[in-house]
């Protein structure tokens, strides 16, 4: 079943809510200023996908810790918190 967002924010990790709320305002703001929807497009963009890789959560942690191992070249220990793994993998 697919997540839906009831308040209109991507099904994001709590961790990344107040990034995405900083990321879009800062967004929307240069639209108003600029007249010029681009960034703010490529904004959402990227936060949908973010959106999507977390609405299953094992499944993100589980896509996170492949990433750090290939970048790094080193196994990543099963007990490692996600916020590390996240910061390993650079997501």
Do not use: K
């Not at 924010?9 to 709590?14: D, G, K, S, V, W």
């Amino acid at each position: 079943m697919r997540a839906i967002s009831l308040s209109g924010r991507p099904p994001l990790l709590p961790v990344d809510a107040s990034a995405f709320d900083e990321a879009y305002a800062s967004a929307l703001t240069a639209a108003r200023e600029n007249l010029d929807l681009t960034d703010l497009f490529a904004c959402l963009e990227r936060w949908r996908r973010v959106a999507l890789l977390q609405r299953d959560p094992s499944r993100f942690a589980s896509i996170a810790r492949r990433a750090a191992e290939r970048l790094t070249g080193h196994e990543v220990p099963a007990d490692e918190p996600l916020a590390e793994t996240r910061r390993r993998a650079g997501i």
